[in-house]
């Protein structure tokens, strides 16, 4: 059998056409020779979708130099410092293993549906968080709520790397600076490292002042309304932070997708090292034990679910629109389902595993100064910042072990970082088009912009800022956010639709489970969390201090920031566009390649069906444009107006609804 393929444009009349197709994309038409006979050859056609990295709409989008680009990119940004310092506490505290019941139960029936979504959703429409919402444009304000989270989290996010850096420095030396308190900075409170002082909450070790007094210098500090001005060395550090990222990003995914083999992969190879460390120490076995210890009546308590949710929120990184930048950048073909099944998992996968190392750590370090493992079990940067360092202090070559656990901070923390620097970018290059002839140019900005903002936090008081952004940036806003995306794409965009574009994509139509999840499971979900954010709000301390009230209504402005570009773009969106009531909701919310539909009254979204049950037929019914025989039909109104006169809709028993156009 011979093949061959010719432009549509130039097949002849005498070929049958192919049945017709419900795709929009430029198509080619592959001819079979079937068999030739006396001089006549016989053919059969087809239409195919060419492969490879065109959209249906016919344009042309930078991809990723190789497949594992994106996967490692994915891995790299999903992957980061909360897996090292959030998850292996949360599990210990929350019942040990049963905490992966809950844990596990939130991601597959939440967690992963999301993160598929994301993917599918940037790979198909190949544009950045707000661009995407062509598909439905008076969503597109969570587009840019998304990406304001994005750059708001950029703002503290790259201060983590800069104390990592500047820890990292201190650590080439013969001896640490964290293991005694002979130093400039250690108060009278300080109590040497040997001495048994973790029951005395009057004392404090070398390693939690080295942090707050050597690195932060808090003790010249007087809360938030007193911060001072930007410390050089940390300065210092937070400049050569943006500095990789920017030469990471300044030529797009060309360049991150390169970044990337270094600093996803490097962090499982010195976690597995600091594990085959950690075992053979002295205490380390009942560590482990603790962490994996199995307390099935802790499910009972509501904050033990509670947690596993908030915690598969953040921890997979929907909502930052990172996933969807970087999707974006696929081939159009490219399995998108199969890909958010594995990086999903390895991200899961990871956080259990780091527990291993963490828990190793801390029952050696429990053993070490006879007091109960929850005495120095910990999470956030306390963890990776003073409990760690203080351990790894007692190591013999304890230089070495501090510049590789530092490395492993630097590379957790610089991807993630870089996923995030894209979202913005990516968003804002895709939805004003100018910005794609200068990206280098626009990359500097953003990197340069977030710099100036991070400076706060490396002030003698810039922990109080770095709690503040921490506390109240990406916290129900991004759960606001991914809730509203949700709710855009099963229910105004279409599931079926949805499913529709992915089969186009990857010729697989997702499962009944995968479309009952992104219908009614995940929002639902995300409601539920949304609720429970507000309910279990809790103003922001560090330490003994409490933040005064203007600074919460600081924070606050800061969350609501973002959360209202949805309704501002939606009445933006609905007053700007042309008629009446109805016929400005159907263009807001019809595909914007599908306008030329609403102008004819065939809007997609609201057509007239029946619901037949024990014989009897309930129509959804709907309402009219205002304008004579041009009208639309939908769920929310019960008679349409036809030349003026007003005509019900619903059908006769057993019938079908029928409508009429004069």
């Known amino acids: 059998m011979l093949r061959g393929r010719l432009p549509a444009a130039h097949m002849s009349s005498v070929i049958a056409p192919a049945k017709p197709t419900s795709t929009m994309g430029p198509k080619e038409v592959e001819l079979i020779l079937v068999k030739e006979q006396n001089g006549v050859q016989f053919t059969a056609s087809a239409l195919v979708t060419p492969t ?30 909360a897996n090292v310092w959030r998850f292996p506490y949360l599990c210990y505290k929350n019942g040990g293993g049963a905490f992966l019941v809950p844990y596990l139960l939130f991601m597959v029936i939440a967690g992963m549906p999301l993160f598929y979504m994301e993917l599918a959703l940037g790979q198909y429409n190949r544009e950045g968080a707000a661009g995407v919402w062509k598909i439905c444009p008076i969503f597109k304000g969570v587009g840019f709520t998304v990406i ?80 001072g001005l930007p410390r050089w060395q940390l300065t210092s550090c937070l400049a050569v932070v943006i500095v990789v990222l920017y030469f990471s990003l300044w030529k797009g995914v060309k360049t991150s997708g390169k970044v990337v083999w270094i600093t996803a992969t490097m962090p499982y190879v010195v976690l597995t090292v ?44 929907v909502g930052f629109g990172v996933l969807i930048a970087f999707s ?7 399995n998108c389902y199969r890909d958010a099944i594995i990086t999903s998992s390895i991200n899961s ?11 190793s750590f801390l029952g050696y370090m429990s053993q070490k100064h006879n ?33 590789i656990f530092f490395i492993m901070l630097l590379t957790l923390g610089i991807d993630s970082a870089m996923g995030g620097m894209e979202s913005v970018i990516t968003g804002l290059i895709d939805e004003f088009k100018f910005l794609h002839r200068h990206r280098e140019l626009f990359t500097l900005f953003i990197v340069v912009s977030t710099f100036l903002i991070s400076l706060f936090c490396v002030t003698n008081g810039g922990i109080y800022v770095f709690t503040l952004l921490d506390h109240f940036a990406a916290g129900t806003s991004i759960l606001f956010g991914v809730l509203i995306e949700a709710i855009g794409i099963a229910w105004f965009y279409g599931v079926d639709r949805f499913s529709d574009d992915i089969q186009e994509m990857i010729g697989q139509r997702p499962g009944l489970y995968w479309r009952l999840c992104w219908k009614f499971v995940s929002p639902c979900f995300l409601l539920f969390m949304v609720v429970v954010s507000f309910a279990t709000f809790n103003p922001p301390k560090y330490g003994s201090y409490y933040f005064p009230t203007w600074a919460n209504m600081v924070g606050w402005c800061l969350s609501i920031s973002s959360m209202i570009m949805v309704p501002l773009y939606a009445i933006y969106k609905f007053c700007s566009l042309p008629g009446s009531f109805c016929a400005k909701l159907a263009y807001a919310i019809t595909p914007e390649t599908e306008h030329h539909m609403v102008e004819r009254g065939e809007v997609r979204q609201f057509t007239v069906r029946s619901i037949i049950y024990d014989g009897q037929t309930a ?44």
């Not at 033990?304 to 997979?316: D, G, K, N, P, R």
């Not at 005495?375 to 304890?398: H, M, N, Q, R, W």
């Not at 929310?636 to 009429?660: D, F, T």
Request: hydrophobic share 45%; aromatic share 14%.
């Open 274 to 317: 600091l594990l085959l460390r950690g075992v053979t120490l002295p205490g380390a076995i009942d560590g482990i034990k603790a962490y994996l210890s199995v307390d099935f009546l802790r499910l009972c308590d509501a904050q033990v679910w509670i947690e596993a949710a908030t915690q598969i929120c953040f921890s997979l990184g």
């Open 52 to 81: 490879g990295q065109t959209h249906p709409s016919g344009e042309e989008r930078e991809t990723w130099g190789k497949k594992i680009d994106f996967l490692l990119s994915v891995i790299g940004f999903a992957v980061d410092l």
């Open 328 to 334: 974006s950048y696929n081939k159009f073909s490219n």
């Open 148 to 227: 304001l989270i994005s750059l708001y989290v950029g703002f503290y996010y790259n201060v983590i790397i800069a104390w990592a850096l500047f820890y990292l420095f201190s650590s080439f030396s013969g001896e640490l600076p964290w293991v005694n308190c002979n130093n400039t900075w250690n108060s009278a409170n300080c109590s040497d490292l040997n001495a048994t002082l973790l029951n005395d909450s009057h004392k404090a070790t070398p390693a939690l002042e080295y942090f707050e007094r050597g690195v932060l210098h808090l003790q010249d500090s007087g809360g938030i309304d007193d911060l």
């Open 619 to 662: 129509c959804e019914t709907g309402s009219c444009f205002g304008q004579k025989g041009l009208f639309i039909t939908g769920w929310w109104s019960e008679c349409c107006y036809i030349s003026g006169k007003q005509e019900n809709l619903a059908s006769s028993k057993g019938g079908l609804a029928a409508v009429r156009q004069t």
């Open 349 to 359: 996968l990871t956080s259990f595993f780091s527990g291993f190392v963490i828990f």
């Open 371 to 403: 007091v109960a493992l929850d005495k120095v079990a910990t999470d956030g940067p306390g963890l990776v910042f003073i409990i760690y360092p203080e351990a790894i202090a007692t190591l013999p070559g304890s230089s070495v072990w501090a510049v």
